[in-house]
C-alpha cells in the first residue's frame, strides 16, 4: 500500500506564497515521477507541474515563472513553491506518483487533496 499525503495548504493575499509538501509512504521499490494538479470548483482537474525521479520538470503555462517543483528522492517527499499567486490559483491542490514500482506491479496514486485559497 502506498499513501500519499499532502500538506501547507492555507489562504494567502495575492501576490503571497505557500509551501505545499507531498509525502510519499509505505513499501515501494521507486517513484518514476511526481506530479501536481489541481481543481478549481466546476473546472477539470489541470496538470501543474511534475518533476522526474532525474529531476526533469514541466510546467503548465499558466504558473511557469511563479511555480517551482522540487523533490527529495531520498524523503520521498515533493515541494511545490508558489509565489506571486493570483486567485485563479484557487483550488484543491493533489500530488500524484506516477508509475510507483512495488513488488506486486506498477501502479499510480493520488493523495487527498490540500485546499489552496487566494484572496484578499
Known amino acids: 500500500q502506498v499513501k500519499m499525503v499532502e500538506s501547507g495548504g492555507g489562504l494567502v493575499q495575492p501576490g503571497g506564497s505557500l509551501r505545499l509538501s507531498c509525502a510519499a509512504s509505505?513499501?515501494?521499490?521507486?517513484?518514476?515521477?511526481m506530479g501536481w494538479y489541481r481543481q478549481a470548483p466546476e473546472k477539470e482537474r489541470e496538470l501543474v507541474a511534475a518533476i522526474t525521479s532525474r529531476g526533469s520538470t514541466n510546467y503548465a503555462d499558466s504558473v511557469k515563472g511563479r511555480f517551482t517543483i522540487s523533490r527529495d528522492n531520498g524523503k520521498n517527499t515533493m515541494y511545490l513553491q508558489m509565489s506571486s499567486l493570483k486567485p485563479e490559483d484557487t483550488a484543491v491542490y493533489y500530488c500524484k506518483a506516477i508509475r510507483v514500482w512495488t513488488s506486486t506491479g506498477i501502479g499510480d496514486y493520488w493523495g487527498q487533496g490540500t485546499q489552496v485559497t487566494v484572496s484578499s
Open positions: 509505505g513499501t515501494f521499490f521507486s517513484i518514476d515521477t
